[in-house]
């Protein structure tokens, strides 16, 4: 195993300068040409820094935990948590991820946490969604994904839930509809909240009355298949709008029981881009990308940055899908959203 001191008498400075520079304390102590020299001789001798002494010598494990409530459940978990873990792998820190459904499995998971000794917290609910924070993790440093506490009090990142309804609907009126409906959650969700209010913001920005027997709030059922094609009977929309890839399923079902061709006949936008049905659908869904990876990569970055032993460097950032935020953005700090163009509105790919 390759030590400070013979990373030291390969580069020709002290113990102490060698530690200053592996433990990322170097800015305004060694000078910078001196610093590269040390990591990449750190590098080339396959230098392993020891965690556990670390650990003691910082009181800091490098540990962090995600408390996931139902999350780890649903199809887009792993996208949140390997955000996370992307982004600590990066930064030097290891992440726990627990599962709990209900208050009490919750609580269990968060003290078996606290005896690994972890630095703070991330913490998820299935769906964007405001949350009671558990008490017990109120002292830690902890960042929300995909929801909001009820006081606010915790920095939080979700999806910019107006803008997914007002880009959705303006794809549709750029596309040419002029009678353009949305069918939306009957479920009282932050998301349909925003959603609903960003369409009836684009149809109003572009000069277009919004007409309340074009929204259709439904579930995941077969009523709301008929209600779906009732709207269409009595409307004859030639624009869709759908709270998510799921919902867009009624839309192609009512088009082909009616002769009508998706893309062709009448538009239609989802969200979600959810493989199973973004993928599978013909024509193919065009629809706007949650951003699970993008939302777990920036709490993870926003927790270490609270945590405070180093600091963040939001230009060293991947190019992804969705634009992240700044660290120092307003909690909820909201991603804008990615429309994917596939081919369910006239005029697309």
């Not at 887009?76 to 996370?84: C, K, L, M």
């Not at 109120?138 to 929300?144: A, D, G, R, W």
């Not at 995941?220 to 869709?240: C, I, K, M, S, W």
Request: hydrophobic share 40%; glycine share 8%.
């Amino acid at each position: 195993m390759t030590t400070m001191k013979q990373i030291a008498q390969r580069v020709g400075v002290s113990v102490s300068t060698v530690s200053l520079v592996l433990n990322d304390r170097d800015g305004g102590r060694v000078k910078p040409h001196i610093a590269q020299r040390v990591r990449d001789a750190a590098e080339e001798m396959g230098y392993q820094p020891n965690a556990l002494a670390r650990s003691l010598r910082t009181n800091r494990t490098h540990i962090v935990g995600f408390i996931s409530v139902e999350v780890a459940t649903t199809p887009y978990a792993g996208r949140i948590i390997q955000g996370a873990q992307d982004a600590l792998s990066e930064l030097g820190y290891l992440l726990i991820t627990v599962n709990g459904d209900d208050d009490k499995a919750v609580e269990g998971e968060i003290r078996a946490l606290k005896r690994y000794g972890v630095d703070g917290f991330l913490y998820s609910a299935m769906s964007n969604r405001v949350v009671d924070v558990p008490e017990s993790l109120c002292s830690f440093p902890l960042v929300l994904v995909d929801a909001t506490d009820a006081e606010n009090r915790f920095p939080s990142v979700e999806p910019d839930e107006f803008r997914i309804g007002y880009d959705a609907t303006t794809r549709l009126i750029e596309a040419g509809c002029g009678h353009i409906a949305y069918i939306g959650c009957l479920q009282p969700m932050i998301a349909q909240t925003g959603r609903a209010e960003g369409y009836r913001q684009a149809l109003a920005d572009h000069g277009m009355r919004f007409d309340e027997r074009l929204q259709c709030d439904v579930l995941n059922n077969g009523t709301a298949l008929r209600a779906v094609e009732e709207l269409y009977d009595a409307q004859r929309p030639d624009g869709f709008f759908c709270f998510n890839d799921a919902r867009a399923w009624y839309v192609y079902e009512t088009a082909a029981r009616r002769g009508l061709t998706v893309g062709r006949d009448m538009s239609v936008v989802g969200v979600d881009n959810h493989r199973v049905f973004a993928e599978t659908f013909s024509p193919q869904l065009t629809t706007i990308e949650l951003p699970h990876y993008e939302m777990g990569y920036w709490a993870a970055n926003r927790l270490v940055a609270a945590i405070g032993d180093r600091g963040v460097d939001e230009a060293q950032w991947p190019r992804m899908t969705a634009p992240l935020p700044p660290l120092d953005a307003t909690s909820p700090a909201k991603v804008h959203c990615t429309l994917i163009e596939k081919e369910s509105v006239r005029g697309g790919r």
